[in-house]
Each structure stands twice: as C-alpha cells, then as structure tokens.
C-alpha cells in the first residue's frame, strides 16, 4: 500500500466515524498552490471523549498507531503518528489545539470532493499561507510562494491580521514579491 492509497483509506474511516479533521500541510497546499512530493500526511483533529480509541480500532489493515504520542513545539499540541506497513510515509495526527489560530482556521476549514464519493476537510488557502508561514521553513515558504502565484482571488485582511499577530509580516511581504516576479 502506498502513502496515498492509506491517507484515502484513513480518510474514509474519519468521515465514516464523523471525527472532524482537515488535511494540512503539503497536501493543502498542494490543491492551492503548485503540487511537490511530500512523504509525509498531515492533519488536525478534534479528537473528544474515546474518538483516537475508536479510530485505532478501525485504522485499515496495513495502519498502525505509534505507542507513544509526540508534542509538537509550534502550537504547543500533541500529535500520534501513523505508520504504514513497508514504507517510509508517515501520516501525523495532529490534535486540534487551543491555540487561537487553530481554531480559527479549524472553524473556517472548507469541503471539496478530492475523488469521486470522497469529501474531504482542507483550511482554507489563506489559512494554508498564514500556517505555512508560521512554520517558517524554506520547503513552506516557497509553498506560499507557489499559492500566491496561483490563486487570484485571497483575502488578505484576514492574512494580515494573523501574520501581524504571528510577526511573519516581513516573510508574508517576500513572498509576495516572489509571487509577482513571474
């Protein structure tokens, strides 16, 4: 099985659960922007009450979850980690946190039909620059970059206001210079 044969596959278990979720990282940018190879998924999830229990038990065959859940230092969150028999991908379950930007962008996250039957949660493209640029590093930056190249139409007082908050305002104007050179 294949990284993206087992996200498809666990997306399909969270929408069947109706454990609320939206796919960040790469894979949203990728919808938004200029598509690049990833080995990795992830995404965020509102797991209340027995949710990552009842998602364990239902995981496909060819999933299995780490023992030991990881702290991730950016919005101060857990995560778990998903590993897929005879490969190197990895799928990482973010847990939604409290951080204000999270759950904004977790209260605006959007619906789109990636496949034929399957509906699957993505933050919006202005909340995909926002996070992108939080995280700061260069594979992110030139994801910005490549979402500013293709979408015509953002919201940039909503961009601006959380980057004015995250203090990335700077990182948010270079990109948009880069955008414009092409």
Same mark, same amino acid.
């Given at each position: ?91 990482? =379950? ?6 204000? !930007? *999270? ?5 605006? +996250? @959007? /619906? ?20 992108? =640029? ?6 992110? !930056? *030139? ?5 500013? +190249? @293709? /979408? ?31």
């Amino acid at each position: 099985m294949t990284g993206n044969d087992a996200l498809l596959k666990l997306l399909v278990v969270l929408n069947r659960l109706s454990i609320p979720y939206m796919l960040v990282g790469s894979y949203s940018s990728n919808i938004y922007g200029i598509p690049r190879m990833t080995m990795d998924a992830d995404l965020v999830l509102q797991l209340d009450g027995d949710a990552l229990s009842e998602l364990n038990k239902n995981l496909p065959k060819g999933l299995s979850l780490a023992e030991q859940s990881f702290f991730e230092t950016v919005t101060a969150t857990q995560k778990e980690l998903l590993r897929i028999d005879g490969t190197d991908f990895l799928i990482e =379950l973010f847990h939604l946190s409290s951080d204000p !930007f *999270d759950q904004t962008r977790f209260k605006r +996250r @959007v /619906q789109s039909e990636i496949m034929e039957d399957l509906q699957v949660w993505f933050p919006t493209a202005e909340d995909v620059i926002i996070q992108k =640029l939080r995280w700061a590093r260069n594979k992110d !930056f *030139d994801d910005v970059v490549a979402i500013l +190249r @293709v /979408q015509t139409s953002l919201d940039f007082d909503h961009i601006n206001h959380w980057c004015g908050l995250h203090e990335t305002l700077p990182l948010l104007d270079k990109a948009r210079a880069e955008a414009d050179e092409s």
